[in-house]
Structure formats: C-alpha cells, structure tokens
C-alpha cells in the first residue's frame, strides 16, 4: 500500500533526461550481480552518445561508489572514457553500512578490467575487501567524500556542482543508494541520542536493553545479531502482523531468538514515546512500557525524490505490480 518509488529508464539505462543515466539501487536493483551489469550497460550506451570524445568536457560524471559505480568506473576507463567518480561516504555504498559480519548473497559476475568474479555467498568485510583490491589492482580514481549538490542541464550536457568542485560532462551516471534520508517514526522523545537507525557493531550494545523497530531484512538480521552478544535483551516491533517482506533465513533466526527468550517479538506493535531509560508502545490495542537503552530504527530509507525531481527525473510509484 505504501508503494516504492522508481526512477523512469529505458532498456538503457537513460532517464527521460537525455544523458542522464541511473544503474543499481537507486533503479530498484539492489541484487549486487545486477547493479554490476546494470552499469556496464549503461556505460556502453554512454560511449555511444553524440559529442562523446569531441570536446574538452568529460564524457561522464559517475556519481556513487558502490558495486554499480565501481563497475560503471571500470568500464569508463575499459573504454577510454574521460570520466570522474565522486562518492560522498566511502568505498562500497550501501554494502559498508550493513552490520558486522552480515553474508551477501551474490552470484557469479563479468566486472569489466578484472574478469568473472565467482562470489557466491560471502561477509560484507570480504566484499569490502575485494572491492578495494579491485580498486588498487586497476588504480581507479575516486573522489571520497564529495558530494553532489547539484545537476544542472548545460546545453548539450550538463554541469556538475559538488562540495569540492565542479564539472561539464556530457553524461551522468547515477549510481547511488535508495538509503536517503532514514525514515522516521515520529514517535515522541525520536530526537533522543539513544535513536540511530542503523546497526553497524551489535557489540556495542552488549548489556544493554535495545529495542529494534522494523520487519525488513534489516531489522531481523539487527535484532538476531544483537541476541546474540552476551547480556543484551533485545525487543523487536513491527507494525503488521507477519514478517511478510524478509528473506526466510531472517525470519527463522529470529524464531529461533523468539523460542530460546532471546528475542521478544511485538507484532502489532507501534512506538508512541521514547524515554531516557524506556520505551511506551502500542502493542495490539494495549499499552506497553519497557525497560530500553537504545533504539534502532530500520524502517528503510526516503528515496531522495526532490533531488531527483530538481534534475527533471520522472520517477513512478510503485505497488508491486508486474
């Protein structure tokens, strides 16, 4: 019923802006295997686009590091593309914010300079890894820690404004996350320092009392990490009534959790208030105050619609529909 919202591309990539590429995540392929292809695509058809080469512009800016930029960066310098890649955070996108020790499912995948990469199930930490060496092994540049502030059109191409520079390009490809701006619960006290809204180490919260919202893969893998450091209680809420939108692995661990009372699930259930030392809850029409420490928020993220919109991306909404 809530609906997700998808940029508008065509079979290559190219948005209802001319030039204007998105690949990976922020299309709606977050599977690492497709964003990769996704990119390499996508260069291909920028490669091919009238006025590539022929001034003293770029021929593509990539915007995002993560498995679709890095490969959409490889195959830019396969092709002898004049291009640069900016990255607001770090190597990796949405793959360096997964928790500690979190397996990625991936499957075997043609990066252009490096070859068939044949992972199949492996940590976020040896994904990390590789990606970095791929980046040493084929000396790619990329621009950590910038970030685009604005895409403007510039006659044939556009022009690039980030945080440190700015740059004409006849193309850009955009490779970022759908994380956006996490969503909030709007639950009174939200604005505590205890509220973040993502797991990154379980370990620091070892002992503590953690109350974990959210009935996505990324709520289920957070409260079942958490059960299992050492004297941590940990309380997972969720709205509906079923975890319809997790992966099985996830839901079993966390019936495992639930059966052994490391877990204590709260289906049914919404956050009204948040205290320095507790949690009140509506819990199937009753209310519910608990003991807490620290809450964790994993109600996904708003896709950044304004920015694309600013730029003149149509993007749809939606609804699980074929």
């Given at each position: ?71 959409a960066t490889l195959a830019a310098k396969a092709l002898k ?242």
């Open positions: 019923s809530r609906g997700v919202d998808i940029p508008v591309v065509n079979q290559n990539f190219e948005t209802n802006v001319p030039g204007l590429f998105i690949a990976g995540e922020l299309g709606g392929m977050g599977l690492i295997r497709n964003a990769v292809e996704q990119a390499r695509q996508a260069v291909d058809s920028i490669k091919k686009l009238d006025g590539i080469g022929r001034s003293k512009d770029l021929d593509v800016v990539i915007v995002g590091a993560g498995p679709a930029g890095i490969s593309l004049r291009s640069v890649t900016v990255e607001q955070d770090s190597l990796g996108g949405t793959v360096s914010h997964y928790p500690r020790g979190k397996v990625v499912m991936t499957a075997p995948v043609m990066l252009p300079l490096v070859g068939k990469v044949k992972f199949t199930e492996t940590t976020k930490e040896s994904l990390l890894v590789f990606w970095n060496k791929v980046v040493s092994q084929t000396a790619l540049k990329i621009n950590f820690g910038e970030r685009v502030e604005r895409i403007d059109r510039d006659g044939s191409g556009f022009t690039v404004k980030t945080t440190r520079s700015s740059y004409r390009s006849r193309a850009v490809l955009l490779a970022i996350g759908r994380r956006g701006t996490p969503r909030k619960l709007g639950a009174l006290g939200e604005e505590l320092s205890k509220v973040v809204y993502r797991l990154v180490d379980p370990e620091q919260f070892r002992g503590e009392h953690v109350l974990v919202v959210g009935g996505g893969d990324s709520a289920l893998e957070a409260a079942a990490s958490l059960a299992e450091e050492r004297g941590t209680t940990v309380t997972l809420s969720y709205r509906n009534e079923a975890f319809g939108r997790a992966k099985p692995k996830n839901r079993q661990r966390v019936d495992a959790g639930a059966a052994s009372g490391r877990i204590k699930v709260l289906l049914k259930s919404e956050v009204k208030r948040i205290t320095e030392q507790a949690v009140e809850l509506e819990h199937d029409g009753r209310p519910v105050k608990i003991r807490n420490d620290a809450v964790i928020v994993c109600a996904g993220g708003i896709l950044p619609t304004d920015f694309l919109k600013s730029i003149g991306i149509a993007v749809e909404t939606k609804y699980g529909t074929a």
